[in-house]
């Protein structure tokens, strides 16, 4: 018995040929599209890897940069807008992520003033920087700027790794000095450990902010967020209270005490009566009290001055930091 061979069926040559052509232009346009394989490796004008914007925002997607609303004032030195994205063109569903730079210029002590950055009390600070959910800044040089502190900031996406964010505003701030001529010998490195921050909790009444003998009037609530440098107590009347009551606040980082004194308004002995530098054990140490509006509005109601609620408290923080007893 015969057996007829089987035969195989095959694609002429010319639609084998077309179909591998159109698989790699599909493939192409994926990476293309969704990927950043075949991307930009600098952004924001160099001053922004790829990789380290990749590490940030880590969905899928292609990334792309673009100039930010204040691109306008950018020098080529420290003063820069730039908005990053990351968004996958064909999977729907995705949502396009965003981590927004920018190389500013503001009073050496912006941090712990209570005006367009987040409460003291509210973020994790570090040498020469700090970081809270979806918002981070790193200093630059002192001699990068004139009569501010020169400083580069992020707004990223809240789940962001807040080390990844640290470490790609590092690299940005050494190159944004290394363009404008300012840097230091030796780069500063980020930061290896963000700590997080710190919960409210009850306070004492006889001892608000872990320090004893230290009395704030209505103040129920505390979080105290503690660093080798740095050391912020922010108050509130209830659980929940959006407006703090008072925010008090110690740093002896060398980096943010640089950009103090040489900032428009520092006298020797600080900006105003709650906004001060003193010698400390032979370091430089600002000490700072931002009232809230609660705060504010109970001065007329029995609540002490400002002036000696944070006499008060420098008296009773200085021996963590090695003061002079009055």
Known sequence: MTTTPRRTATLPRKTLVAAVAAVTVLGGLHLWLNTNVLGDSALCGGLVTAEAAESVLTGAGRISDRPGPRSGADDGKTQFDCVIERGAAALPGSETQTLHLQGTSERGDFAFTGSRFPDASTVTFFKGGGAGPGRAWVLLPAACTDRQAGLVEAYAPEDADPAKVVELLTDTA???????????????????????????????????????????????????????????????????????????????????IEGIRKSEGFTGQGFDATHTVSDCSGKATYFAMEPGPRYTESIGTGAPAPKDLFNAFTEKVGAKFGCPTP
Not at 188 to 212: E, F, K, Y
Not at 215 to 242: K, M, N
């Open 174 to 256: 050494n190159r944004v000095s290394d363009r404008t001529g300012c840097a230091l010998p030796t780069p500063p490195a980020a930061s290896d450990r963000v700590a997080p921050v710190m919960p409210r909790q009850q306070a004492i009444s006889t001892g608000v902010c872990g320090l004893p003998g230290f009395i704030v009037p209505e103040a129920r609530v505390q979080s105290v967020q503690v660093s080798g440098i740095s050391w912020v107590c922010g108050t509130a009347t209830a659980e929940g209270e959006t407006a703090d009551y008072a925010t008090f606040s110690v740093t002896q980082d060398p980096a943010v």
